[in-house]
């Protein structure tokens, strides 16, 4: 069992940087590889971000590539989501997710924990 917890969330203005974190209970957190989702209202929940189980390997979806990079520390059993030049359109609940996985997964049913998610609204 593993239980994740989202920090970081908030108000900033277009172009402005917020820093995500999710924090995860359990000894076990090296063992899953993590990714970041969002969801707008009335939106699917969208894939954001993917970090191996190492934090060797990422992948970011094209609408963040260049603005947004995920990272992890395992001895602090966190995941990280650095968001850079914000746009209005970034505005959505953050939620991180942990999957037992192999390979780049951006399918949400194919994580098996999630946080709770935190609200990030972007004013232009």
């Known amino acids: 069992q593993v239980q994740l917890v989202e920090s970081g969330g908030g108000l900033v203005q277009a172009g402005g940087s917020l820093r995500l974190s999710c924090a995860a209970s359990g000894r076990t957190f090296s063992t899953y590889a993590m990714g970041w989702f969002r969801q707008a209202p009335a939106k699917e929940r969208d894939f954001v971000a993917y970090?191996?189980?190492?934090?060797?390997?990422?992948y970011l979806a094209d609408s963040v590539k260049g603005r947004f990079t995920i990272s992890r520390d395992n001895a602090k059993n966190t995941v990280y989501l650095q968001m850079n030049s914000l746009k209005p359109e970034d505005t959505a609940v953050y939620y991180c997710?942990?999957?037992?996985?192999?390979?780049?997964?951006?399918?949400?049913?194919?994580?098996?924990?999630w946080g709770q998610g935190t609200q990030v609204t972007v004013s232009s």
């Open positions: 970090i191996t189980r190492s934090g060797g390997s990422t």
């Open positions: 997710a942990a999957t037992s996985g192999v390979g780049v997964i951006t399918k949400p049913g194919r994580y098996v924990y």
